[in-house]
């Protein structure tokens, strides 16, 4: 069982920046491709990012809505997975929500079904 738990969410101004945390349990954190997926009140969860467990690489994949301002990384050591966003608009403003696949590769990663954890969520407002 993996445990994942969000953190550094919070109120900021359009044009901020912020950057999440998720810490998961398990030795086989590195193993696991890792995703980061968003819900506004009243839509559905959507897809934000995601990053490929260490093969040698790392792949990522992004949303068209964040690319180019969001980026997402991943310490292995720390077993931690991070998104730092920049440019922050209102249109982000959501409970952001980490994910574990037990994947090391891409399967599908846009789509929630795929992961098999995730965490409780950390709200980010921002204000216009």
């Known amino acids: 069982q993996v445990q994942l738990v969000e953190s550094g969410g919070g109120l900021v101004q359009a044009g901020g920046s912020l950057r999440l945390s998720c810490a998961a349990s398990?030795?086989?954190?590195?193993?696991?491709?890792m995703g980061w997926f968003r819900q506004a009140p009243g839509k559905e969860r959507e897809f934000v990012a995601a990053?490929?467990?260490?093969?040698?690489?790392?792949?990522?994949v992004y949303a068209d809505s964040v690319k180019g301002r969001f980026t997402i990384s991943r310490d292995n050591a720390k077993n931690t997975v991070y998104l730092q966003m920049n440019s922050l608009k209102p249109e982000d403003t959501a409970v952001y929500y980490c994910?574990?696949?037990?994947?090391?590769?891409?399967?599908?990663?846009?789509?929630?079904?795929?992961?098999?954890?995730w965490g409780q969520g950390t709200q980010v407002t921002v204000s216009s």
């Open positions: 994910a574990a696949d037990k994947d090391l590769n891409f399967v599908a990663p846009i789509f929630p079904t795929s992961y098999d954890y």
């Open positions: 398990g030795r086989t954190f590195s193993s696991y491709t």
């Open positions: 990053i490929t467990g260490w093969s040698g690489t790392y792949n990522t």
